[in-house]
């Protein structure tokens, strides 16, 4: 399967991780499609699966339970980890969803299985550890991004992390996730057009 060829590449770029220790978690990864408007996880559910993106595009987002409006808060592409951390380390519901944003394509991991494979190896122990520093690293990154940079400065660092989102996705979404108003995303473009 070629999606396991290209998660054993990115494991091994995340994690150091050799191919006898990968060759053990085989039997567990799974392959499914999403098209778009699926979720990965969604609101009070429990995050049972660690993914790995092979293509496409995901949002998580929150939804303000008294006027409905949607707050992005992290896109997730291709050779990404996706998860719904918080949910999935305490296997208790989630407060906010994970939506395909485009046809796409994950190879996922149950929970159990990935800690069978803590007990079986180190090097998945490992794997463990970097995952959750990511996702401590993600979310201390995204809230000091907000409290010391720009939109404008935001705005560039995304097109660094996902540089290919801006032909996938409606602007309006980008400009949730930037904490901005479309015509705001719109001047910052301009801005960065002229320049």
Known sequence: MQGLDTLRQGIKQFAGMDDQAFDLSLPYWQEKHYKKGEFYNEYRNVCKHLGFILDGVFRTYYVNTENGEEKNLLFSTSNQIIVSYKSFVNQQPCNYQTESMTESSILYIHITDLYRL??????????????????FNLIMNRMEDFLWQTPEERYRLMLQQHPDIFNAIPLYHIASYLGIQGPSLSRIRKRMTLK
């Open 118 to 135: 803590y007990q079986q190896s180190h090097h998945w122990e490992h794997f463990g550890r970097l995952v959750a520093e990511m996702a």
